[in-house]
């Protein structure tokens, strides 16, 4: 039979249920946000429901020093029912690749998507950024033969330093002491990432034929770039979670838990000024 002390404890576990329920929050990415060098970003946040939205919209320069969209006044922003909040990202006197951040708290109710836009000579090059979400311990591993000049650009997404684990290969294989034979790094390197700093990371390097990269940290976004436009450097992204090629294999945990190997496809225009 419960006592008082018993009922009291079940009712404050259910109280505390209860409001980390409530408190719940989703973050959202939109990445590869170029501005500088002729390139202009937006970000841009719809409300799908007929409540206002109160959301926090952060955004980060290359380095991963905090700013303050154009247009915006503080990082939490009302977004009236069926209404949209749309910003700026521009530094001047820098060029760079930003990226912005959206908590929402409970279920999902806002749109997000981000424009880059870029002028080459009296042309302007539109391309769409669409959301991403960051993973634990994120890694990626391919040929390279259909990725020249291809970028990977790295996020992290916490307030911890996070490294990149380089391996370019040349194409030499070597017995890891299991069944399969495992590429031979031929160059090795770390990158160091600070809090809520972007990279952007080669594939290529002195002829090699595989590149791999894992991030050692709690929350980091990876995404793939390929040239489409070599006067304003128009990259195509290759989206996480699609069908795809056996030869590109992207893999993490999202949320704690585990997270299959990955295809990735060749699709979807996005780009790098």
């Keep these: 039979m419960l006592n008082r002390r018993h009922v009291r404890t079940l009712f404050l576990l259910t109280l505390a249920v209860a ?11 939109v990445a590869s946000l170029d501005y500088g060098s002729g390139c202009t970003s937006t970000f841009e946040a719809r409300n799908l429901t007929d409540q206002e939205v109160i959301a926090e919209i952060q955004a980060h320069k290359t380095s991963g020093a905090l700013i303050l969209l154009s247009g915006q006044t503080e990082s939490k922003v009302r977004i ?9 990202l521009d530094v001047p006197g820098e060029a760079g690749s930003g990226w912005v951040r959206v908590r929402e708290s409970g279920s999902p109710a806002l749109a997000i998507s981000g424009k880059v836009e870029c002028l080459d000579g009296d042309r302007l090059v539109t391309s769409v950024r669409d959301v991403v979400y960051s993973m634990r311990r994120p890694w990626f591993a391919g040929d390279v033969a259909d990725l020249k000049d291809g970028l990977i650009t790295a996020i992290n997404v916490s307030e911890r330093p996070a490294v990149l684990s380089l391996c370019y290969s040349a194409g030499n294989l070597v017995s890891n002491g299991g069944p399969e034979l495992v590429p031979l790094c031929s160059e090795t390197m770390e990158v160091q990432m600070p809090p809520f700093g972007t990279r952007r ?3 290529e390097r002195d002829g090699n034929s595989w590149f791999s990269l894992r991030a050692s940290g709690e929350s980091v976004v990876l995404e793939m770039l390929r040239p489409m436009d070599a006067h304003v450097k128009l ?23 585990s997270c299959k190997q990955i295809r990735l496809p060749l699709d979807n225009l996005q780009k790098y000024g």
């Design 19 to 29: 409001a980390a329920a409530q408190t719940r929050s989703l973050e959202s990415v």
């Design 80 to 88: 009236p029912r069926r209404g949209r909040a749309s910003f700026q």
């Design 201 to 203: 990371i080669a594939v």
């Design 235 to 257: 990259y195509r992204a290759i989206p996480p979670f699609s069908s795809a090629r056996k030869s590109h294999r992207l893999g993490g945990r999202q949320g704690g838990s």
